[in-house]
């Protein structure tokens, strides 16, 4: 058996006018992120871990956001398509480990439900995806609300 990790990050800013898309899942909030897709950073952090551990590029070689095909894309299409571009080469997801960066709105409450609906997209058990959130103590473009970051680190698998 072959494995692999990879690392993922993402971010994107907060504006008014926006739906928040976090997890797969929309969430009550007077911001949303700013992206070209509806700009999920946790499913981006993943997907690009996911595309590093099978030395596929990146997010934005494969979901180009100069690309018309890619606006206003929910991210969960691109986490489908990730996870068949790298069954490609005959990986399959072991595990996620992620963390959401965000002062607001609270994410904890909403993981349980970011879990059940990312591991339908990718077809695997929801004990296979961890998420965790944190503040950063008001430090930083995230602590003054501008934008939220995301970081995931993923395990993949091959025979």
């Known amino acids: 058996m072959t494995i692999r990790v990879g690392f993922g990050y993402d971010v994107h800013q907060l504006v008014p006018g926006r739906e928040l898309w976090i997890g797969g899942i929309k969430l009550e909030h007077d911001l949303g992120l700013l992206g070209h897709s509806d700009a999920d950073v946790l499913l981006h952090a993943i997907c690009d871990a996911l595309l590093g551990a099978a030395n596929m590029r990146d997010i934005g070689y494969h979901f180009p956001d100069t690309s018309d095909a890619t606006l206003g894309m929910d991210s969960k299409i691109i986490l489908r398509r990730t996870v068949e571009l790298i069954a490609t080469k005959g990986y ?7 963390t959401i960066c965000a002062e607001r709105p609270k994410m904890n409450p909403h993981i349980p439900e970011m879990q059940r609906v990312m591991a339908d997209v990718i077809g695997c058990d929801p004990d296979q995806i961890s998420i965790k959130a944190t503040t950063t103590e008001r430090l930083g473009f995230t602590g003054r609300q501008e934008g939220m970051a995301a970081y995931a680190t993923v395990l993949i698998e091959r025979d």
């Open 92 to 98: 399959r997801l072991g595990n996620i480990d992620a």
